[in-house]
């Protein structure tokens, strides 16, 4: 046992005893490294956050995404306090979620509405049912190899699902809109909607921006044959425009999926959509009991605001570049050839020669060992608190990362 | 439009502009009644709540069920504020995940592990794939009548839904086990999971409690025919008994599912289940963004200790009788033959001869008019910030809505 994860491992080893698989989904140490990453958080700030066991790190994970200011930002944090004193859980919706709304549509091109949940999944599903319920045809398309949640239709792991909730799920190559106009053949009158990511970001490999005439492709096929494309922006969503990233990308989508960022951790997802929509939106049942606090709405309008008014995007993407550039030199300096790929404020590296991922797993442990938290499967993400100074340090202990790899080979 | 409304009304006109039905899901207005109760809630505390136009209301729906020790409790809040102190959302989960998982088995006789998550649906559709999973069987048996979520399988509204996704649930009426021995001739060796909630809880409708024998005829039909026994604790869970409502009944589940009123209002859903199921639950992947944070761990945690450390729960049963006799007593008195049924902590009033529920909504308008929420087509709850001069109010308010549904008639 790696004794710097002591603590780690102790609760872990308790866990295992109460908890399916000790720690489930996508945080189960399986995804990480076992035994050479931390297991357990105890408390974060800005940058930075430390495990159990006291270590520190530059955290390039963020939540898995959802920090975007930076952990415990005081502006978010005061605006949730000062809602929380009014209470969590109420009868009956609160003003925060009318503005929420108000906001949404005019920041977001294509919202003519918007409506809150607080799972991914919850707004991926029920953006599939409204295609299903306006087009009233039953078959959907995804990308291969795109998570759009864990709900039954779009699940990776088929334990437990039945084929009947899959069947009327195609799938398609990113970058390969012929095979898009190959379904619609197969399946004319059938497509209810295309759903996408606005880039392709996949686990355990690298991120694939969209081909030039890609998205163009995709919206004059819906265009002809009548089918609702949905834009699963729940990843990259606020990070790249705080108008959507369909917006960097050209993309003109019919209703997207947000979660992830928009309340700088705090649970709370959303779909937007145009107004032709609003019917069949009306008709789709959707709700959850916590769905109407305003304290998440509280924390998205915030979040929102410090985007808008500050140049926090637009660092983040500096700041990204900076990474990616960094890291293709140095891991060509140590003799490997290495490739950042996605936009730089959620980018992700990947060893050009690296089938088994070995490579990518010894960098990220010797960088996790270091106190820069690097994820060897998932894409990384930049925060608005990430500094010059964390770039240089991250690049410093790739530096040394990249050295112990050579190294160990 | 009735004035004591009209921020609400005017809110909810800005809404239904950018939100599809301006409130959508169980907080839809159509769902309580229309122009004649608030829609915008402002602050609570304790027993009590404030819409936006400043109206105070004595809570008996306490956020359809999530508040049980009543709004805004300090304890709770102040172990909440100090777990945000450290952060919101991180890579990985906190200890405060492995306490809640130990606290949940030491606390609950079937319990052998413990997982976590958002919403009340997310956790019943997991434990019917587990059940799926672990039987190798495609078909669930569920009550007519009875909410586990909005997921397609057994969302009450079709909306968008495919006749696939339903296609493996069966249906059967509350207190019927023949019903159940139908099914399972006419499906042997094919039926995965019963699902129910240890009470029937309908909504416009009387509750119906258990018949004598009726779980046991379940569970033996179950044990027979190797059905996974499903139980959906999620509105009444630690309202009745800390140790799960199964426990009030004799009930023998084999998986359990709880949300609402674990994180007195923070959103939590938890399932736990017998160890021969640990393996499908380890197949099982379910995952969320939003899951592992600590805040709403440590908000069960400290709400679970005071279930524990005080007598909240005897006195919601307390309070809620007197509420209920007070209540039967008080519709003889006017003529009217009224029923409270359900546990006394989570009663329901309805008129015997009311088929177009109009003397249930009459009364309920009227209650509301004088500052009591009572719900006329969903079940109420009692909070253990309720007390006997809550009741004494209710009481008071209560007869002078007989009187004056007594005087419209």
Redesign the interface.
Known sequence: MNERYRKSVD?FV??A?????G?????NPGFLLPGES????????GSR?W??DGNEYL?F???????ILG??HPQV?EA??RQ????????????P??EL??R??GLISVA????FA?????VT??A??????HTGR?KVVMVRGTYHG???WC???P????P??R??VLKMDWNHPEQLERLVEEHRGEIAAVIMTPYHHPTYAAQVMPAEGYWDSIRRICDREGIVLILDDIRAGFRLDVHGSHEVFGIEPDLVCY??SIG????IAVAVGREEF?E??????????????SVEMVAALTTLRILEETDAIAEMARLGRRLKEGLEELGAAHGFRVTVSGPPALPYLTFDDDPDLYHMQAFCREAIARGV?F?PHHNWFICAAHTDADIDRALEVADAAFAAVREGE
């Open positions: 609760l308790r866990a005893r109460v908890i399916p698989e720690i489930y989904g996508h945080k931390p297991y357990y958080a105890a408390r974060a700030s956050y495990d159990v955290d994970l963020c939540g898995y995404g959802p920090v952990h415990n944090e949730v306090r929380m004193d009014k209470g969590i859980a109420f009868n009956h919706p609160g003003e979620m009318v709304a108000e949404l549509v003519d509405w918007a409506l607080k799972n991914g999944s919850d599903t029920w599939i049912r409204v295609a299903r319920e039953k864990a709900h039954a699940s990776a792991y334990a437990g699902v039945l009947e909730e069947a009327n979660a992830k700088n951790g705090h649970p609003r069949a939106a009306e008709a789709v049942f959707i709700s959850g009991t916590f769905w109407f606090s938290f994820h």
